[in-house]
């Protein structure tokens, strides 16, 4: 590390790991860095400054990062390398131990103090988590890439204390955000011409308990009902915390998308319960079908788990056979990945690796085919898209639907960030194509 790195001027480079909520805060960060002189490089190897924002979620997350910290130093061995997120607070100082090239290790509710903690571990190795249940990031500056849509937590933590999940571990116990901190957000971010918000929190849908008279239902209506805003997504859903009057918050509002992120992790009842979630099959089948006939033409994505320790061939065709009942327009599909300090950890019967891989291909073949479907139904028709940014061949640019189904637009018709009407010809596994109309809505300057 140079003394480059403790210069006001210096540049930074953040990587983030893991979900929208650390996407989020590492757009605090950046925020915090850009308001105290530091600037964005343009790569990691010419950076002053990387930080890594980690995530431990499943041992492949934090393999990652390991791995990534550890290289930083043939990559670019003058940086100051900061370590944060979810494996910054669970390991805090043991990160240090581990990997001798890092200078800081820092808790995000220790943010506010960031340039302060840089100068101090450019002269000295330090770890300063902060306190977890009491500074809050939310009302710090942030920097957004993308000048249209914002991302807003309503909630941080979670009670849920699933028996495989590390979030209660290290994101804490719930806290939800005053509702008015909340739409003074959201207005003084559609007055800097933000159009569509992504309320965010590990589990939304129980958003206000504990504070008076609040709900999640109330709060989606008062953001949308903000001059300015067009559409509201949030995400994600707790299927025990999803009520009737959040399905009929949705439907009662245009801003709020059709769009519903209702994680199962599993369609067998023995490994529901064994997972703690509160709920069983039926349950979960009857809240899709209420979903599907309060919010027409909703759609609605997942999260699955196989090989949960004891999981039977018979438990996983209860999986399958749910994929097949419900019919996902999207899911996201994982191993169960074992994590110190969780409920399940001290299971046992652990499913050997090759039945957990065998099981998540069968899973993942399966449900490819209701992607395809999903994407296939748009075929003919007209979709609002909001362009959020180039798709890796360059050619084309990232449209989302109001359902968060990828649409795939010619670059040169639609301008990033922007909001355009678009038909659509064709569809193919993980994304459908579409060609402009018009632009309805230009990104704010
Ligand atoms: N192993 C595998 N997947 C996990 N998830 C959470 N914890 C684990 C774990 N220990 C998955 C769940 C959750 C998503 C964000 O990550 O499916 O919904
Ligand atoms: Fe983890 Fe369950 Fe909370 Fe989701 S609801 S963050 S899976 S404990």
Avoid at 210 to 235: H, M, N, Q, W, Y
């Amino acid at each position: 590390m140079t003394d480059r790195a403790s210069q006001a001027s210096a540049s930074y480079y953040i990587r983030t790991f893991g979900c929208q909520m650390n996407m989020h805060d590492s757009e605090h960060l950046a925020g915090v860095l850009e308001l105290s002189g530091y600037t964005g490089a343009a790569d990691i190897v010419q950076a002053d400054i990387v930080i890594y924002n980690t995530c431990m979620v499943r041992q492949s997350a934090e393999d990652k990062a390991w791995g990534q910290i550890e290289a930083l130093s043939s990559l670019n061995g003058s940086a100051l390398l900061a370590v944060c997120g979810c494996m910054a607070e669970r390991y805090g100082v043991d990160i240090m131990s581990r990997c001798p090239g890092v200078d800081l290790v820092f808790g995000l509710h220790s943010i506010a103090r960031l340039a302060e903690m840089l100068e101090k571990s450019s002269r000295a190795r330090l770890c300063d988590l902060g306190n977890i249940n009491r500074a809050s990031i939310d009302e710090l500056p942030s920097k957004r890439a993308n000048p249209s849509a914002a991302w807003v937590p309503v909630s941080h933590g979670c009670d849920r204390f699933c028996s495989y999940c590390v979030v209660p571990l290290v994101r804490g116990r719930e806290r939800s955000r005053p509702p008015g901190e909340v739409t003074e957000e959201v207005q003084r971010l559609a007055s800097a011409g933000v159009f569509e918000i992504t309320l965010l929190g590990q589990n939304v849908n129980s958003y206000g308990r504990g504070l008076d008279g609040t709900s999640f239902a109330g709060l989606l209506e008062s953001v949308a009902c903000v001059p300015g805003i067009r559409r509201v997504k949030f995400e994600t859903s707790h299927p025990g915390d999803l009520s009737d009057s959040i399905l009929v918050a949705m439907s009662g509002r245009a801003e709020v998308c059709e769009y519903l992120h209702l994680p199962v992790q599993s369609g067998s009842n023995d490994v529901l319960s064994a997972m703690g979630r509160g709920y069983d099959r039926d349950y979960y089948l009857q809240r899709v079908e209420r979903a599907r006939e309060l919010v027409p033409g909703v759609v609605i994505s997942t999260d699955i788990m196989v090989g949960f320790p004891g999981e039977t061939d018979g438990d996983f065709q209860g999986t399958m056979d749910l994929v097949r009942a419900v019919g996902f327009d999207a899911a996201f599909m994982f191993m169960y990945s074992r994590r110190e300090g969780t409920a399940a950890a001290s299971i046992g019967n652990e499913v050997p690796q090759v039945v957990k891989a065998e099981r998540l291909k069968a899973l993942s073949r399966l449900q490819a085919r209701f992607t395809r479907k999903s994407l296939v139904n748009l075929v003919g028709s007209t979709v609002e898209l909001l362009v959020e940014g180039v798709a890796r061949s360059g050619e084309y640019v990232v449209g989302r639907t109001r359902g968060h189904q990828v649409v795939l637009l010619p670059s040169f018709e639609a301008p990033l960030y922007s909001l355009v009407e678009a038909y659509v010809p064709g569809a193919g596994s993980h994304a459908a194509r579409g060609r402009v109309k018009k632009v309805i809505r230009e990104p704010p300057d």
